[in-house]
Structure formats: C-alpha cells, structure tokens
C-alpha cells in the first residue's frame, strides 16, 4: 500500500470516528442508551469494513463484532474537572515516535476512584483520559492494558463544559462507551496505556470488554 493510500484511509477513518462521535452526543441528550447502542453498531461497521480497521484484514470477514456490555446508566457521569500538580509523560509507540502528554487536571468517578486527565502535547492538543480498572487481564474482563474513555484528539469525545468564572469545566465520562486501544487487535500496534494515576482497583464491567484473538 502506498502512503498516499494510507494516509487518505486513515483520514476517512477518522473523518468517520468524528461523525459517529456526534451523532453519540446528538443521541444522549435525550436517550444515553439508544447514542450506545448507534455507537456499538458503527464501530462494529468500521471494524469489520474499514481498511484502516486494527482488525487484521485476513480475520475481518469473520468479525463477530466487539465485545460490548449491556448499557447501565449508573456508568454515566458528567463530572468536575480538578486542578492537580503538572505532571509530564512521554509514551513511545510503533507509529507515531515518542508522544508527550501533559497532566492537566482530575475527575473522581463517584464509588470507583480518582482518575488524570491528561492533554496531548503535540500537534492537535487534545485530552486524553484513559482508565485500567480491576478488571484487567481477567477472563471475561477488560483489556489487560487498560482502554480509553476519551481521546478528544481522535473524535472520541462525549461532551462536557467549558466552564468559566466561578463554574468549572466538566466531563461527560460514560464508562460504557469505554473502548479498547488498536493493540488489544493487532500487536503491529504500539498504544499509549493508562499511567499509574488512571489505574483503579474498582471493577467497571460497563463499556467493551476483552475478547482474547483468534488463535
């Protein structure tokens, strides 16, 4: 493939991330569970037909589809973002060198634990909140390397509020719409995995769960 070509696939893929990220937020406004259920149906699509899809191309014809939880409300939060100590990390991955992140701040998810929100310190910006929960590396669990909740730079972003004056910015956090990096498919994929600051020992069985490649 040429990198023309790949790079035109990787533009639609994230041209179509955005779209379906928006229509999740038109949804939720009124109906959290019918914008999961848009949400599970066109990531199953992208995963199973998209040619930049982390699914290996010679396993996508029997792509079963992700392994998503039953949405639970109980999951959904929007939630005060809190000032906390700078911080700076710099993750190597396979594709794109090494990635700074700056720490920017921090949300509590009520009864599971304190979570870094981190910003993308190269070209876009963005957040990055990323969450690996006791769940981890489980049979039948989540993704031993941890998944993301939000990765703004990248679409994946729920909604919240800018805030101002005396009001704070806000988070929407949906555990359910919590996903797994392209490394959970394909180890050609190197991914930045949450820092000891986004670790829990809470159990959030909401959002996809990890099912082990074929073979």
């Given at each position: ?201 809470a159990e959030i069985g909401a959002g996809e769960l990890y099912r082990p490649p074929a073979g």
């Amino acid at each position: 493939m040429s990198a023309l070509q790949s790079a035109v696939q990787v533009a639609d893929w994230r041209r179509r991330v955005w779209a379906l990220y928006a229509e999740v937020r038109r949804l939720a406004v009124g109906d959290p569970a019918a914008a999961h259920a848009e949400w599970r149906a066109g990531r199953d699509d992208l995963f199973a037909r998209h040619p930049s899809s982390p699914v290996p191309e010679s396993e996508r014809a029997a792509f079963p589809g992700l392994p998503v939880a039953d949405y639970d409300p109980d999951w959904r939060f929007e939630l005060a973002v809190a000032e906390a100590e700078p911080a700076t990390i710099e993750v190597s991955t396979g594709t794109d060198g090494d990635v700074p992140f700056e720490r920017v701040g921090r949300v509590t998810l009520p009864g599971a634990g304190t979570l870094d929100l981190w910003r993308l310190q190269s070209y876009g910006g963005g957040l990055f909140l990323p969450v690996r929960d006791g769940l981890a590396g489980l049979p039948g669990g989540t993704y031993g390397g941890g998944r993301y909740l939000l990765d703004t730079v990248k679409g994946a972003d729920l909604g919240g509020s800018p805030g101002g004056g005396s009001e704070p910015a806000t988070l929407v956090v949906d555990l359910n719409f919590a996903y797994n990096p392209s490394c959970a498919y394909d180890p050609a994929w190197a991914c930045p995995l949450p820092p000891p600051g986004n670790v829990l020992t809470a159990e959030i069985g909401a959002g996809e769960l990890y099912r082990p490649p074929a073979g």
